[in-house]
């Protein structure tokens, strides 16, 4: 830590030129927007794959860029599926929202003027730079390097991802701004702190996993047997256990990530419902709670795996009861929001609509995850197309919404300039209806496709129906990502061309990023350092001059305009 | 989770605000316009991130190493319980006096905080150096022992216990070595230029010292028993 530290006593003499205003800028919100850059290069080469993925399933016949001209196999169809999984999970879902949205905004709202380690920042965004390169350079290469290739990015991105979470619970736990108590901490504060501790320990063990694996691959160690290992092996011995530990290894971070990309997907959700309710956030405190508990209750899903996995892998019951008590931090989070929107004047604009389709999805997708959550219910009846548009509904694309409402809220903030609102209506309706005609027929394919297995159940006429669902999916797929352009071109047109916001509050927000410019200044506040005085949710304030309060404005001040508007 | 600390300050400060008066729509962190000085700005402008954040961040530091260490002990463990062919690895005897040799650094480590507590310089730099000439000992004395075992004919492919032994061997060094790095940059390092204070870097180099080696005692535990 400490040497680090020296790297950024020279960070902070002003020098101009490319190299120290976009390589090595240390300011956290250039880092963020970078992050965000990457993202967006990230989500859409993932998405022409899922195209070319789907388009496959549909007309296997037809030639493919990428899968037809580097050999029409099964493994290169893998490959595929590896790289858009590894592209989303990582570099989207778990960059975006955190890394992105986070190093430009948690500063700004606890009102610090840069995180805690600004190298250590940089670092670890050449670094997740690095791993995508790495990652995407995998698939043109041969099986058995690509793959090797493949493991060295993600633990360059788990290094990077523990680089990020020690940066964000230090800058939050102290570098908040006097007056900044925990309990007026912005609930995105809040989901990004409590993520950012889940990644210190999960990144470790996926980081764990990975020197393992490398092992097992560079220096010819056997610590995850392959098949001729398990082969030599008295039948039955060793066979059932062995193969286990990487799967639990990996399951034990990989379904945490889930959490990873949800948590602040949430944080960013309450506050948007609570911006445009015009309301305070219904039971703030438990709303806090419920964060922590998904991060504790995320935490011990594999934790539970973990103790339950030497020679005897089953205790099932316990772990499903894990899983599904999940649900209740996710009911007390969802029955908030509904609170929050009870009797309020809501404001229906892009950001709110997006907020309000996260909701509708998160409902959707965890109703199918209760299934899956109870082990004989998930054995009986799933197969992978369940599980995939499950997953999808849930963690991808209802955290692809909350990036999306984000967007659109903190552009502004962001560029100075508004994202046009009927077009990213128009956008909003077409992803959300695209999305659903996409992933729920994908439930039924993985029912269907259970009644293959079993000709005796009830659902055999469904069978037949397999094709033509393949083939709708596909064409709702190509529908989506269309819609996807007009997104782009609403952000490309706004970044250059979009309406100028002048005022520092254009949706009249009360937390502290609102107090400054749009585009704030290049040291975040001015002159003077921000103070605070009050909650983050200070909405339909009875005495108020506004319906709103924000958090900088001393009691004073409040009193002062309330004198002057009568 | 650290508790409110900024409640006692922002008492004073909203008295300071009263006192100076802000207009009726104040512009952003207002009270700008009230008795501040010129020079009080200045100060102000220079904003300092609280310093309490190096040692916030080497107790996060250690929770994290310490799943990863977590994550190799229980893979050992399950592969260990999982399988009817465990070969043992003998132990090198130098593990033993490697593990003397760190113990002893943390003891000298920790003198010369004393001596740095007493400000005298010239035995803290001392007990210093003879810390670190015992880290580099050690981490020699851990490459000793590997090639004691290659000697044997025991490599890293050999057979999962010795997978497991040069990993974690492997593992702990080159966290130990960061360590090191730690230490000389205390050594070197001109603190009058510095973020942070000479007792602070030490403090928090002291941590993750220890902590190092916590985590060699129980990685060695973890070998003995497990063997």
Known sequence: MTTDNSGANHADTPQDGFLSRYVFNTNHKTIGLNYLWLALFSVFLGMVMSLLMRIHLAWP??????????????????????????????LVLTAAPQAGFGNYFLPLQIGAREMAFPTLNVLA???TVASLFGLTTAFFLSPQSGITLWIVSVAIFCAASLLNALNFSVTTIDLRAPGMTLPRLPLTVWAWFINAILGALIFSILLAA????????LLGTHLFPMVDFIANQPAGVVANA???????LFWFFAQAEVYVAMLPSFGLITHLISTFSRKPVWKERLVVLALCGVGLFGFCVWGQHMFSSGMNPFSPLVFSLLASSLGLPATILLITWFGTLWNARVQLNTAMLFALG??????????SGVFLARHDLAAAAVSDDFVTGHFHLVMGVAATFAILGALFFWFPKLFGRRLNEPLGKIHFWLTFAGVYCVFMPMHWLGLIAHSRV???SAVVPLAAAGSPIHTFITVAILLTVFAQGLFLINFLWSLFRGEKVVECNPWRATT???????PPPADDFGPSDPMVYRGAYEFSVPDAAEDFVPQHLAPEQVAKIHRSGE | MPGTTAVPDIEIIVEDIGGGGGGPTPPPGGGDDGDGSGDDRNRRRKWSPSPKRYSTAIAIGIVSILMFFMALASAFIVLRRGSELWVTVHLPRILWANTCILLASSFTLESARRRLFLADDSGFRKFWRMTTVLGFLFVGGQLIAWRQLVAQGVYIASNQASSFFYIFTGAHAVHLLGGVGALLFVSFRKFEKAKISLPAAAEITSYYWHFMDGLWIFLLALLYLGK
Request: proline share 6%.
């Open chain 1, 61 to 90: 016949g037809m030639h493919l860029p990428f899968l037809s001209s580097l050999g029409n196999s099964p493994e290169r169809f893998a490959a595929l599926t590896t790289l858009h999984g590894s592209l989303m999970v990582f």
């Open chain 1, 125 to 127: 965004f050449w670094a």
């Open chain 1, 210 to 217: 990975c020197v393992c694996l490398l092992s097992d691959r």
């Open chain 1, 242 to 248: 062995v193969p286990i530990l990487w799967q639990r």
């Open chain 1, 358 to 367: 996260f909701i509708s999805l998160f409902l959707s997708g965890g109703l």
């Open chain 1, 454 to 456: 079993s000709p005796s």
């Open chain 1, 512 to 518: 502290l990023e609102w107090s400054v410019s749009s």
